[in-house]
């Protein structure tokens, strides 16, 4: 029995030992900055000179303005766009959308969406999508054309297989 008690007693200090290794300062949620807290999730990271520049769609020759959404998806969108103008080449689907391939995956946060004209969403984590028209499946939202109605949309979409570019611009 007293075997035991020592033994528990040992553990016990051993635990204490191994909380306090590693911990350097403790974190006050109240006052840390909230990257320094522990459930922040890291998103990536822009720097100044890039989150001062706007994220710009062209769609064929045709600038249109589109008000982004603020999630970690466009982020790393804009991200990409900082290295280089991104082309990306898309092919009509469905008789109401776009579809084209980013070539690589970007973070994800899909909800069941009804979509409209002028949407942009991100589908399976590596397409880009532009509706000309409704659909609903999982996606993840990008964006939406702002300066374009339906019939807008649909000239500039309907018409065969496109490019669009996406740049950071002042």
């Avoid at 100044?48 to 249109?64: H, N, S, Y």
């Avoid at 466009?74 to 391939?101: C, H, N, W």
């Avoid at 979509?115 to 589908?123: C, E, F, R």
């Amino acid at each position: 029995m007293k075997g035991k008690g020592l033994l528990l007693l040992a553990l016990a200090a051993l635990l204490l030992l191994l909380c306090g290794c590693g911990a350097e300062r403790p974190i006050d949620p109240t006052t840390a900055p909230e990257s320094e807290t522990p459930e922040a999730i890291p998103s990536p990271v822009l720097d100044e000179k890039e989150d001062a520049m706007e994220l710009k769609l062209q769609i064929g020759d045709t600038p249109v303005a589109v008000t982004w959404e603020e999630n970690e998806s466009v982020d790393a969108l804009r991200k990409l766009a900082a290295e280089a103008p991104l082309t990306i080449s898309l092919s009509m689907y469905g008789g109401f959308e776009q579809v084209g391939s980013l070539g690589q995956s970007l973070p994800r946060s899909d909800v069941q969406t009804t979509t409209s004209a002028g949407d942009i969403v991100l589908y399976a984590g590596n397409q880009i999508v532009i509706f000309y028209g409704a659909n609903t499946w999982a996606y993840t939202r990008l964006g939406h054309v702002s300066d374009q109605d339906a019939a807008g949309m649909e000239a500039l979409l309907s018409q065969g297989d496109i490019s669009i570019t996406l740049s950071l611009e002042k």
